[in-house]
Each structure stands twice: as structure tokens, then as C-alpha cells.
């Protein structure tokens, strides 16, 4: 009669000896861990193997342990719109017989949660909460809740004080006020409870200049201050950012909040000055050749942004002049190309710009309207990736305000806008 011990082995040894993979279930006290607690041997390497491009020359020199972003022009195609590389392939080297790897997709995707962090393209919603119907004002034509159900990972919007409470407020509450920032919040983080294996990025806009305690209310309250990520140590550098799968195991710490203006982390330490961690690209374009050229912050050594995250800034915007004052507004009309996958104006083509200029794809990728056309800034940020395009996009359309219909809400802002502009000015 064979023990206990002897089944198991045999279990496990016969089907290996016949090239197939034995899986044992095992009922433990605690949760498992989908990232490290698989049987068999650890993966040593990761070999890349390469392609042709279609001018006869190799696309890809990887190097040893690179999954592959930022490795090879992936988008494949260059400032003209000539065809250049194709996406590199990767063998895995192993000690002996692979066993299955997990399966459990972070951030959408299982080939992410080995990935640190820094090493990921997000697509951003620029403007959040800013949602409104028949309002040029508004960024976005689905809810928060839609933009993360369809793969948005990174949120960004502008906040100001009104009546003693923060709001979401593009340019002024007078404008477009998309309610108290605890209320966002909430949604937020209620969102990633129900999900726990994604990392979200938020983006705070601190257009008031306001003291970072200010900010440490709302973000208790919405609870986003239990999930927010503190580094081990301050202005960490690109290659010292954690791994998905580490930044979900370790206490659930899975969103990363950065704030543009008068952030204290000595005081508030998950409440990350954006600039020293990140650089982005001019924002507020009406020039549709978007250029990958450092904006914010000004006068930055070039070695000093080379190890920093950063952000292209890529929505396109029309200027207005209203009594003798220019006002931006997001171009609706040119989206399809604006937000496309190739061709002149790009998210595209500016990814493999940035990617020519500073030799990796940008962090972020940040867009009005991410929805139009049909979500294809996935696709763009899938591309910069090297992993599949998944799911479908987008949700329902909170608004569907035709263009003649926003031409009718610039009419019946101008009284506001010329308010505004008074106090201003």
C-alpha cells in the first residue's frame, strides 16, 4: 500500500515523465497567492528572439529579464507613415519541464503583474470627472466608473475650493463643477474594492494652490488614503518602482496618487509631488504635431528626466477669442484622428515619437474622449505594450451632444465666460 507521500509523487511523476504538467490542489488557511504560489521551477531567463524588419534589418536587440516595453518600435510607424518593425517575440529559458504561469491579469492583463510599474503604457482620462452634457466644457463622455471599467488607469483632473469644500472644477466651478472630490473619490475606491487586482494612478490638479492639507479630509474620508501607495523611500527613480503584482500584495496598496502643486510628503507621505517623480509633454495643444518636448516642470537636466516616469499630453483644443480673451476648448471634431492608432496627429504617431525621442514609450497617455473612435487608444497603448488587445470599448454614452448642440452650450456659457474673465482679468 503506498502513503500518502508516495501518491503525491507518483501523482506528480507520471505525467511529467509523459511531458504534461501535474496540478495539485492543496486547501491552505490562508488566501493564495496568485503571483508566487505555483509549483514547479522558477523561470531563469527571458531570451528574446527577433524579427525582420520590412527593410530586411533586424526590429529588436532585447536584453536579458525585458518583457519587452520600451525594447522595439511596436507601433510601426515613423513621423513619414512608412511601415519600419514589427513587435519583437520572446522564448522562455527554463531549469526543467515550464509549468503553467499565472493566469490572474493585473491591470487587465497577466503579463503586467511581473512588470514594474514604470514599465507600463496607462491610458489616461484627462479631465475625469468632467462630464456634462451639452457642455464644452466637459473632457470625458463617460462616468469614472465606465472610464476604469473600460481600461482607463490613470485619472486627472483640476480642483478647487468652493464654498469651504474641494470640488472638481474645470478652470472654475463656474464653469463646470463636477461636485465635492470626496464624492469621486468614493466611486473611486469603491471601484477598486470590487476589483483587486488593478493599480490605478490618480492625477490632482491643485489649481488654487492650496496647502496639501487641505486635501487630507476628502481623501480619508473617501477612503483612497487607506489604498494609496507610499514609496520605501522618496523620488524613486524609474527602475526602483515595484512590480503590479507587489504593489497588490502589499497591503493592498494599489493607488498611486500624485498632486501637481504644493505637495508635502513630509506631511502627507501617499500624497506624491507629481514633478519629482514625473515629467510630461506641453499640455493644452492646439498644434496637432504634439510635441514630446519637456513643459512641466521648466528647465529640467536632461540625465535627471531620463529616470523619471512621464506623461504625453495628447487632447487637442480649439482657441476661442471672447471680448479680446483667448479660451480653450476640447476640439470634438478632429477626434477620430486625434485620438486614432496612425497618421498626422496621432496618439499613435506621437507614441512613437516620444519613444524616438527619449527611447521608451510614455508612461502615460493622456486623452479626451478616450471613447472616440471606439476606444482606440487601447489599441495604441496595447501596441507600446506588446500584449494583446483585449475586450471591447466602450460603455454607454452618458452623452451623445452633437456638435451643433455644443455650438448651443458656447452660446449659453458666453454670459458665464464673460464673468469669469472679469474676475480674472
Known amino acids: 500500500m503506498l502513503n500518502t507521500f508516495q501518491l503525491l509523487l507518483v501523482g506528480y511523476l507520471v505525467p511529467a515523465a509523459l511531458g504534461q504538467t501535474a496540478v495539485i490542489s492543496v486547501t491552505t488557511s490562508g488566501p493564495p497567492n496568485f503571483f508566487t504560489d505555483l509549483p514547479g521551477p522558477a523561470i531563469t531567463d527571458l531570451v528574446p528572439t527577433t524579427t525582420s524588419s520590412l527593410d ?44 503553467p504561469a499565472s493566469t490572474q491579469p493585473c491591470n487587465l492583463h497577466a503579463e503586467f503583474c511581473t512588470r514594474r510599474y514604470s514599465d507600463i503604457t496607462y491610458i489616461g482620462a484627462h479631465g475625469s470627472p468632467f462630464v456634462k452634457e451639452y457642455s464644452l466644457a466637459d473632457n470625458q463622455n463617460l462616468d469614472v466608473k465606465a472610464q476604469l471599467n473600460d481600461g482607463i488607469r490613470m485619472l486627472q483632473g483640476q480642483t478647487h475650493k468652493e464654498n469651504g469644500t474641494l470640488h472638481y472644477c474645470h478652470t472654475s466651478c463656474g464653469l463646470l463643477d463636477a461636485g ?18 488593478e493599480v490605478v494612478t490618480i492625477v490632482i490638479g491643485n489649481g488654487d494652490f492650496l496647502n496639501v492639507g487641505d ?9 483612497l488614503a487607506e489604498l494609496a501607495y507610499v514609496p ?16 497588490i500584495q502589499t497591503a493592498g496598496k494599489r493607488a498611486v496618487v500624485f498632486m501637481d502643486y504644493k505637495a508635502d510628503e513630509g506631511t502627507i507621505p501617499y500624497i506624491l509631488d507629481q514633478f519629482k517623480y514625473m515629467w510630461e ?52 471634431v478632429d477626434l477620430d484622428q486625434t485620438n486614432g492608432v496612425s497618421g498626422f496627429g496621432s496618439l499613435g504617431l506621437m507614441a512613437n515619437n516620444c519613444r524616438a525621442d527619449w527611447d521608451r514609450y510614455p508612461n502615460i497617455l493622456l486623452v479626451d474622449f478616450y471613447d472616440v473612435p471606439k476606444g482606440s487608444v487601447f489599441e495604441v497603448a496595447a501596441r507600446a505594450n506588446n500584449v494583446s488587445l483585449g475586450g471591447g470599448c466602450c460603455g454607454k454614452k452618458k452623452s451623445t451632444a452633437p456638435i451643433l448642440a455644443k455650438a448651443t452650450g458656447l452660446l449659453l456659457l458666453l454670459p458665464t465666460l464673460a464673468m469669469l474673465f472679469c474676475t480674472i482679468f
Request: aromatic share 8%; proline share 9%; net charge negative.
Open 56 to 99: 530586411g534589418g533586424p526590429s529588436v536587440s532585447g536584453s536579458s529579464g525585458n518583457i519587452g516595453w520600451g525594447s522595439s518600435t511596436l507601433l510601426n510607424e515613423t513621423p513619414s507613415g512608412f511601415l519600419t518593425t514589427t513587435r519583437s517575440s520572446w522564448t522562455v529559458a527554463v531549469t526543467s519541464a515550464p509549468e
Open 180 to 197: 465635492p472630490v470626496e464624492h469621486y473619490l468614493k466611486t473611486v475606491v469603491e471601484w477598486l474594492r470590487d476589483n483587486p487586482f
Open 215 to 223: 486635501y487630507k479630509e476628502p481623501l480619508e474620508r473617501s477612503g
Open 232 to 247: 520605501k523611500e522618496r523620488n524613486i527613480r524609474i527602475a526602483q518602482w515595484p512590480t503590479l503584482s507587489e504593489m
Open 281 to 332: 509633454t506641453p499640455f493644452s495643444q492646439t498644434d496637432e504635431n504634439f510635441p514630446c518636448t519637456i513643459d512641466r516642470p521648466p528647465e529640467q537636466p536632461k540625465n535627471d528626466t531620463q529616470g523619471k516616469l512621464y506623461m504625453a499630453n495628447h487632447n487637442l483644443n480649439t482657441e476661442f477669442l471672447i471680448g479680446g480673451k483667448k479660451i480653450l476648448v476640447p476640439n470634438t
